[in-house]
């Protein structure tokens, strides 16, 4: 009687994962040639770390008055404007993207181009495109996230309703109820649970983004922090760092404490 030998892997699962190995190094070498990493700079970085922040503290409190608080509130007044936008802009996308609500492919496919469309470009480059249209300020900054944040709001949206059950839709269609009542009815209490979800989730994220766009002139925080490191001025910069995250930590604690109330 032969002695039954026990593998984990066969042959042809050892070579695949041989081959995915392979091509994972392959790809490292190829990219750390291709950045061009240089030596001295990546010894020299603690170094020039440990100098930065030498350089920025104390942070210049003092600053916050006059230079801080003003942009701060800009980048929330962004991020709320720019929130809302979405919703009101994906909406409609949404609608057309449910096959259970839009049974035609191809205002389907159009709505899922415009979400896909909204989500490929980043919000910087949003905030670029609107700076050159509407000129530096919070209103480009607003139309950017407005925009980028359509992609994600839709298609979560636009999941939702496909996801929702068809039973009150089929009797408030078979009374006889128009379309506005039965998407009130039988679709808004299903799906309204994830608008709101979706609406700080969201929204926090666009408390973020809010501070990064003001460096490409979209308004906001990041303009102060942009014209701080540009005349080397680094206890305002620390400051400004500071305040970002703050309201960062407050964002995320207002938002858990929201989703537990209405959620």
């Known amino acids: 009687m032969t002695s039954r030998i026990w593998e984990r892997f066969t042959p042809a699962q050892r070579l695949a994962r041989f081959t ?20 001295e700079f990546l010894y020299d970085a603690p170094t020039q770390m440990a100098d930065m922040f030498e350089r920025m ?5 003092a600053h916050y008055k006059d230079g801080v608080h003003k942009a701060l509130v800009e980048s929330m007044h962004i991020a709320g404007m720019g929130t809302i936008l979405a919703l009101v802009l994906s909406l409609p996308v949404a ?8 049974p035609v492919p191809a205002l389907n496919w159009l709505a899922r181009l415009i979400l896909v469309s909204s989500r490929s470009v980043n ?34 949206l636009g999941e939702a309703l496909e996801e929702c059950n068809k039973g009150p839709v089929e009797a408030l269609k078979a009374a006889g109820a128009p379309w506005p009542s039965i998407f009130l009815k039988a679709y808004w209490p299903q799906v309204s649970p994830a608008f709101w979800g979706i609406t700080l989730f969201r929204w926090d994220i666009n408390v973020r983004e809010s501070a990064v766009i003001g460096l490409v002139g979209a308004g906001g925080i990041g303009m102060a922090l942009d014209t701080a490191i540009a005349l080397f001025r680094w206890t305002q910069v620390s400051l400004i760092l500071l305040c970002i995250f703050a309201v960062v930590i407050v964002a995320e604690i207002v938002v858990t404490k929201i989703r537990q109330k209405i959620i």
């Open 20 to 39: 995915i190995y392979l091509a994972v190094v392959v790809a490292l070498v190829v990219s750390m040639r291709t950045v061009q990493i240089v030596p």
């Open 57 to 61: 503290w104390p942070p210049d409190f």
């Open 95 to 102: 609608l057309l993207a449910a096959k259970n609500i839009t």
């Open 123 to 156: 919000t910087l480059v949003w905030a670029i495109l609107f700076v050159a249209v509407f000129g530096p300020g919070a209103l480009a900054g607003t139309i950017a996230i407005g925009f980028r944040s359509i992609g994600f709001c839709g298609k979560l």
